[in-house]
């Protein structure tokens, strides 16, 4: 399986499908259940926190172009750090996955197959991954940045065919629950960025190693665009959207906006590309969740276990017993995950290792 040789717009495709599939799903109601209408002021704050993250990350690679986040473990910590923290992604890609995968299927099952049972949607959403897999990496990159721009564009023509709807004073009060939720516990929906993860793993499949830094600041910007207008949109067109968790709030903007008498049933279309999107981002983590695979454990052809993942991502998908279970898990569970594993041990070791090169550098003249 070889992982080299991306270019910088497959590289954005990467960490976007990422964030592309969390606002489908339940992203922008995690902010408007921390801060209600302070939710827009929360997401300009997180955004400059998430700026702050993208600036200390790519200072903290200069110093490691070719390496990835399991290969800066073992320089720090030895085989045995780079193990532990591979099995921790490992573990932290199939509960993403299967959760995600849970969430999608039930909101399908909610809004369109009511009486089609549930376990065989969830396997309906795993074949294509299980297929594109054994295809190999390229063949997963290439159809995900076919489908990437036309996921944003869907997202642009929601968010302008809202406009007309906003009622500003529902941006009021400006600060929601107050400026501790706002500002304090707001502070967590950073998480919100967690695709960015990718960047932890990019590095040493990059084209040209110095796109790193444009890489990293072109995800965020679009990023940040859609985060922040998904979250306008829902809170100017809607005041009781965060009641109505078992609904993706970006659905229900298409189904309250009028696209006029040629298109009838506009939320099939979007449903379509949306699905298209969410097999890419499963096709895309699986792909990720083998490379940390055959670095942690040194399978020779990771290929092969594309078909037990999936089952495995089948097995936790189903355990959830409600759909209640599974809106706990994505927005307490999967959110405190990423921001220990992405802020607090992922840049706990890229400082160390940077402390630790420093001092090498400092004893080599010596030597």
Known sequence: MDYNKLTSYQSVSLILIVIVNHLILDLP????????????????????LGFIFCMVLIKLFKNFSNSDLLDISEFLGGKVLKNFIGI?????????????????????????????????????????????????????IKANSFIVPITL???????????SSFQIQKAFP????????TFFVGSSN????????????????????????????????????????????????????RFLNELSPIYLLVRATNYGQFFQRPEAIFMFIWILSFIAYLSSLIIFLLYVVKKTIKVKNPNSLSLL????????????????????????FYKYLSLILFGVIGLTILILANIKQKKLRRLKPNA
């Open 29 to 48: 109601n995690n902010f408007i259940d921390d801060c209600g209408s302070g939710a827009i002021l929360n997401s300009i704050y997180v955004i400059f």
């Open 309 to 332: 993942i999936c089952n495995i991502i089948f097995v936790i998908a189903i355990i959830p017993t409600s759909i209640w279970q599974v809106k706990y898990l994505q927005s307490v």
């Open 88 to 140: 921790l992604f490992i573990a932290y890609l199939l509960f993403t996955l299967s959760i995600l995968l849970r969430d999608f299927a039930e909101g399908l099952t909610l809004t369109y197959f009511p009486q089609m049972p549930l376990f065989i949607i969830l396997i309906l959403f795993l074949i294509p991954p299980a297929i594109s897999n054994k295809m190999g990496f390229k063949v997963i």
């Open 153 to 163: 564009l869907s997202f642009i023509i929601v968010s302008i065919s809202t406009i």
């Open 190 to 241: 950073i998480f919100a960025f967690s695709g960015l993860g990718f960047l932890y793993f990019i590095a040493p499949m990059l084209n040209n190693k110095q796109d790193f830094k444009k890489i990293t600041y072109i995800s965020f910007w679009i990023t940040s665009f859609l985060l922040f207008f998904s979250i306008v949109s829902l809170i100017l067109s809607f005041s009781f959207l």
């Open 174 to 181: 400006i600060l929601g629950y107050g400026s501790y939720k």
